[in-house]
């Protein structure tokens, strides 16, 4: 068999127009700059710096936006190859609020819903299949991204989904708890944060009911970051453990979810346990947060 050496990654790749400052929220905002974004993006990124390989599959416009996104993934040594330039499509974009809380964001969407089927040689190559519930949220990726995972379970290549649910990305009366008991088929590893489940459930929760929601769920393992409280995480058998969060001074939060488990994977590619991988997440994370990695600012 070939050996399976990189990370495959379907999703999101659009522009972040994030507040020149601090804000509580957008309407306060008065300047933005723009950056290369898209969780499935940064995780890619992020990757690569925790020496770790990544392939990204993904969709933008052909237009100046595009052009950016592609020249910064070529500049951070992620391949473009299987990056769709569509010409009657705009490049995703998400005006986000600069913060040290959860930010607020704004999601103008196109292109990036246009994934194409993946190849099945990409698939067998990798080591792990890695996706969003943004990008899950839209056809036609949704089914494309769906095949994907069902091709990964039938060769044994583990899944991973990040579940960043929004009802801004998904829309009302949306289907989102049809999809979600569609992946858990495949005993992902799952990342959720706590506002990921208070959004997907619609309803304040304690970090104790949120870990009782996640108790039951068929997953390889499962990582819940509660931010300052830090994250627990189980795996399919065992009980809820916990690592804290380090002590910083925080810049930003902005990615700090997709640095986190960018070191968690890249972790558990190298085959560390499973609490060793949740620590290697924590230590992303912390430098994500101190300002220490960023996406850069376009064209820099």
Same mark, same amino acid.
């Given at each position: 068999?070939?050996?399976?050496?990189?990370?495959?990654?379907?999703?999101?790749?659009?522009? #972040?127009?994030?507040?020149s400052? /601090?804000?509580?929220?957008?309407?306060?905002?008065?300047?933005?700059?723009?950056? +290369?974004?898209? $969780?499935?993006?940064?995780?890619?990124?992020?990757? *690569?710096?925790?020496?770790?390989?990544?392939?990204? !599959?993904?969709?933008?416009? @052909?237009?100046?936006?595009?052009?950016? %996104?592609?020249?910064? %993934?070529?500049e951070?040594?992620?391949?473009?190859?299987?990056?769709?330039?569509?010409?009657?499509?705009v490049?995703?974009? !998400? !005006? !986000?609020? *600069?913060?040290?809380?959860?930010?607020?964001?704004? =999601?103008?969407? #196109?292109?990036?819903?246009?994934? /194409? +089927?993946?190849?099945?040689?990409?698939?067998?190559?990798?080591?792990?299949? &890695? $996706?969003?519930?943004?990008?899950?949220? &839209?056809? +036609?990726a949704?089914?494309?991204?769906?095949?994907?995972? @069902?091709?990964?379970?039938?060769?044994?290549?583990?899944?991973?989904?990040?579940?960043?649910?929004?009802?801004?990305?998904?829309?009302?009366?949306?289907?989102?708890?049809?999809?979600?008991?569609?992946?858990?088929?495949?005993?992902?590893l799952?990342?959720?944060?706590?506002?990921?489940?208070?959004?997907?459930?619609?309803?304040?929760?304690?970090?104790? #009911?949120?870990?009782?929601?996640?108790?039951?769920? +068929?997953?390889?393992?499962?990582? %819940?970051t509660?931010g =300052?409280?830090?994250?627990?995480?189980? #795996?399919?058998?065992?009980?809820?453990?916990?690592v804290? /969060?380090?002590?910083?001074?925080?810049?930003?939060?902005?990615?700090?979810?997709?640095?986190?488990?960018?070191?968690?994977?890249?972790?558990?590619h *190298?085959?560390?346990?499973l609490?060793?991988?949740?620590?290697?997440?924590?230590?992303?994370?912390?430098?994500?947060?101190?300002?220490?990695?960023?996406?850069?600012?376009?064209?820099?």
């Amino acid at each position: 068999m070939e050996n399976r050496n990189y990370i495959l990654a379907i999703g999101e790749l659009l522009i #972040d127009g994030i507040t020149s400052t /601090a804000v509580d929220n957008l309407s306060q905002a008065t300047s933005m700059n723009i950056r +290369p974004g898209g $969780s499935t993006a940064n995780f890619c990124r992020y990757l *690569k710096r925790c020496r770790t390989d990544a392939e990204i !599959v993904a969709a933008v416009g @052909n237009d100046g936006l595009g052009e950016i %996104l592609l020249r910064k %993934l070529k500049e951070d040594g992620l391949s473009t190859d299987h990056v769709l330039q569509l010409d009657d499509r705009v490049t995703s974009m !998400v !005006v !986000v609020a *600069k913060t040290a809380g959860t930010p607020d964001f704004l =999601p103008y969407r #196109d292109a990036d819903k246009f994934i /194409a +089927p993946i190849d099945e040689a990409l698939i067998a190559r990798s080591s792990m299949v &890695h $996706s969003t519930a943004f990008a899950l949220s &839209h056809e +036609p990726a949704r089914t494309h991204i769906l095949e994907a995972f @069902n091709s990964a379970s039938a060769q044994q290549i583990p899944v991973s989904v990040d579940w960043n649910y929004a009802e801004k990305i998904w829309g009302r009366n949306n289907d989102a708890q049809q999809v979600f008991k569609q992946i858990q088929i495949h005993k992902p590893l799952f990342k959720f944060s706590m506002d990921d489940i208070q959004r997907f459930l619609g309803k304040a929760l304690s970090i104790e #009911d949120a870990r009782y929601y996640l108790q039951d769920l +068929p997953a390889t393992a499962i990582c %819940l970051t509660c931010g =300052p409280e830090g994250v627990y995480y189980r #795996d399919i058998t065992g009980d809820w453990k916990h690592v804290a /969060a380090k002590k910083i001074h925080i810049r930003s939060a902005t990615g700090a979810g997709d640095a986190f488990w960018a070191g968690f994977i890249s972790a558990w590619h *190298k085959k560390y346990s499973l609490e060793q991988c949740v620590i290697t997440g924590v230590e992303t994370a912390a430098i994500k947060l101190e300002g220490k990695w960023h996406a850069g600012v376009a064209g820099s």
